[in-house]
């Protein structure tokens, strides 16, 4: 599916729903300068409604694999795989552990629970959100993590995936983070 056809069902989707684009399909539309392009993953973050959403989805042909109890479903459609998750704050008993969730209608908030500034830019089918300076760190080709490695460690391959994938060097506190 194309950027252009998921940001259709996004402005769609905008006018029952406090609905975004979030994340490396964001990321990516950035880079490549705003121009159209083939998706194979994406990511939605919504205030609420999650099951009323994927009811939506489905009517636009997209299949549901999976529910979570961290409110989040997993969705796919001509070779897109899709996310969608409820705006929630984590929590974490000990480094590695499973978090806690408490569901927020707040961006700001949710921001901080995701991986790294480059992949916590949202969209609302007309503007590019950006609290954390994940715009900047893409100009400036910087891997900026938000939230701590030891809370969820596979976030430090993330970061080494993304730092090679993009062509990215780590910003000065990456390794702070662990």
């Known amino acids: 599916m194309r950027f252009s056809e998921i940001r259709g069902i996004l402005l769609e989707a905008r006018k029952f729903w406090d609905v975004y684009l979030v994340g490396g399909v964001v990321r990516d539309w950035v880079i490549r300068g705003y121009s159209d392009f083939r998706v194979k993953d994406c990511d939605f973050a919504i205030k609420e409604d999650l099951e009323g959403f994927v009811r939506f989805l489905e009517g636009k042909g997209f299949k549901v694999s999976k529910f979570s109890k961290f409110g989040t ?76 490695f030891s809370d969820d460690p596979t976030r430090i391959f993330r970061g080494t995936r993304y730092k090679n994938l993009l062509d990215f060097r780590y910003s000065d506190e990456f390794f702070g983070f662990l």
């Open 73 to 148: 479903a997993e969705l796919s459609f001509r070779g897109l795989n899709l996310d969608v998750a409820l705006m929630r704050r984590e929590f974490y008993d000990f480094p590695g552990a499973l978090p806690k969730v408490e569901f927020v209608r707040d961006i700001s908030i949710d921001v901080l629970r995701r991986d790294f500034t480059v992949n916590a830019l949202y969209f609302d089918g007309e503007r590019v959100i950006d609290l954390v300076g994940g715009l900047l760190d893409i100009s400036r080709g910087v891997i900026r993590p938000i939230a701590s």
